[in-house]
């Protein structure tokens, strides 16, 4: 079955210190990968997205990740968080008609 | 600028009423979806439309109806027969198929009182 897993329901780093969110995925095929911010009372908006090519790919606000086939996984990353990060970050994985979202992982600041 | 835009913000409804949760879209998106968001459950499909005049159960779909009449428009209606209304409804959209990632609105807060 298709599924999404962020293994980390909290996380709270310093202001200034890297980060990174764990996401692994079950699926058939390599599925097309995304990571999304949600802020409380909103809707949800797109950090970047993988198809195919470079398995790097760097999004908007800083943010990165990485695909690993090999570990079926889409960590994202920055290396120097600022307040304004803090949030929910919910990593997605889809290919044909819908996408499949992982249960989000709440990213606290410390000043 | 184009986009997707969900009313009312906030809704309340009284136990037994069926209530209808508006979703615009002026991107020009084929498919449409609503999700329902509750803590820690994160995004739970109720419906999906791909089309005008078709449209598909998600994972939720009970206590729910939708339509899809026009290219732009996708309302939901939670019915009184849905046992626990309460939660934040999102509706989003994406060109054709979803592969290429979704467009969401900002969502409507629905409150039982």
């Known amino acids: 079955a298709q599924s999404v897993t962020q293994p980390d329901i909290h996380i709270t780093v310093s202001e200034g210190a890297s980060l990174e969110l764990r996401c692994n995925y079950s699926y058939g095929a390599t599925p097309y990968l995304f990571w999304y911010v949600q802020s409380p009372g909103q809707g949800l908006q797109l950090l970047l997205k993988y198809f195919s090519g470079d398995t790097l790919v760097q999004g908007i606000k800083g943010f990165e990740a990485e695909f690993k086939r090999s570990q079926s996984s889409f960590n994202l990353r920055k290396p120097s968080v600022h307040w304004s990060d803090a949030a929910e970050y919910f990593c997605?994985?889809?290919?044909?008609?819908?996408?499949?979202f992982g249960k989000g992982t709440r990213l606290h600041i410390l000043p | 600028d184009g986009g997707i835009t969900q009313s009312p913000k906030y809704l309340f409804r009284k136990e037994g009423q069926n209530v209808t949760l508006s979703c615009e879209q002026n991107?020009?998106?084929?498919?449409m979806y609503w999700y329902r968001q509750d803590p820690g459950q994160g995004l739970r499909l109720i419906y999906y439309s791909q089309i005008v005049n078709d449209f598909q159960k998600g994972d939720i779909a009970e206590g729910y109806s939708v339509s899809r009449e026009k290219k732009e428009s996708f309302p939901l209606t939670v019915t009184s027969a849905q046992k626990n209304p309460t939660a934040f409804y999102l509706c989003?959209?994406?060109?054709?198929?979803?592969?290429?990632?979704?467009?969401f609105g900002s969502g409507t807060r629905l409150t039982v009182v």
């Open positions: 991107l020009n998106h084929d498919a």
């Open positions: 989003a959209s994406s060109i054709a198929q979803g592969a290429h990632g979704y467009t």
């Open positions: 997605a994985v889809g290919r044909d008609d819908k996408i499949i």
